[in-house]
């Protein structure tokens, strides 16, 4: 696939050329996330062709070219496919699962300030908010400002939130993988409010498992 910022050019494996086709909005310099650690404006799914050109999702038959369907979404930041085929996109604003026959929206969640992760048929959000109240009042108490950590699952059906779990800090890091989900909270080193020149105050990192049965 060769994209430029005017039109997409489509060649078979033998680089014989299959059909090129013009871009209403500039691609070449547009990168998507598609979940397998590279970035690019276009990727090839079955017999499917998904192109993001800056305003638009575009589903492409591979071998004619043939456009499919043509979703507006300024701002696509990535696209996922879960087990059965069924398209996740995001941007800044929201996450949408859409049908990729007809490139009908199925459901639409908020995504603001939220990241969005999918696993095998698992859809799940996460949410690292500092509270306002707890920065006032803690300018006064000089304790740590907490960070209110919140992972959420979503009904891949619905979009309707399934439950919600919750930390009052956040990890350095985590994955998902499936119904388990592992989060790694770093050493902590902090002033001794009664001693500041002295040994901070340690509390040990933590390597936390979560594995939900009851899905």
């Avoid at 086709?21 to 691609?27: E, H, I, Q, S, Y």
């Avoid at 590279?38 to 638009?56: F, H, I, M, V, W």
Wanted: charged fraction near 25%.
């Amino acid at each position: 696939v060769l994209v430029s910022s005017k039109s997409i050019t489509v060649f078979d494996k033998e680089n014989e050329k299959l059909w090129d086709a013009p871009l209403a909005f500039p691609a070449g310099s547009v990168s998507v996330d598609f979940g397998d650690g590279a970035k690019a404006p276009c990727r090839e799914a079955g017999n499917t062709l998904y192109l993001y050109d800056s305003q638009a999702l575009t589903s492409f038959e591979l071998v004619s070219g043939k456009v499919r369907w043509r979703m507006p979404l300024p701002g696509v930041e990535s696209i996922r496919l879960d087990s059965d085929g069924m398209l996740y996109v995001t941007n800044p604003e929201s996450v949408s699962k859409v049908d990729p026959e007809t490139g009908k929206v199925l459901w639409k969640l908020d995504k603001k300030d939220v990241r969005f992760f999918l696993s095998g048929k698992f859809v799940y959000l996460s949410k690292a908010q500092v509270s306002g109240a707890d920065m006032i009042r803690n300018l006064w108490t000089g304790k740590e400002i907490p960070t209110h950590f919140r992972i959420f699952r979503v009904d891949p059906k619905t979009g309707r939130i399934l439950w919600e779990f919750y930390r009052p800090k956040e990890p350095a890091a985590m994955d998902f993988e499936n119904n388990r989900i592992v989060l790694l909270f770093p050493t902590e080193y902090r002033k001794d409010p009664k001693n500041p020149t002295g040994r901070p105050l340690v509390t040990p990192g933590e390597l936390e498992i979560l594995r939900y049965l009851t899905f």
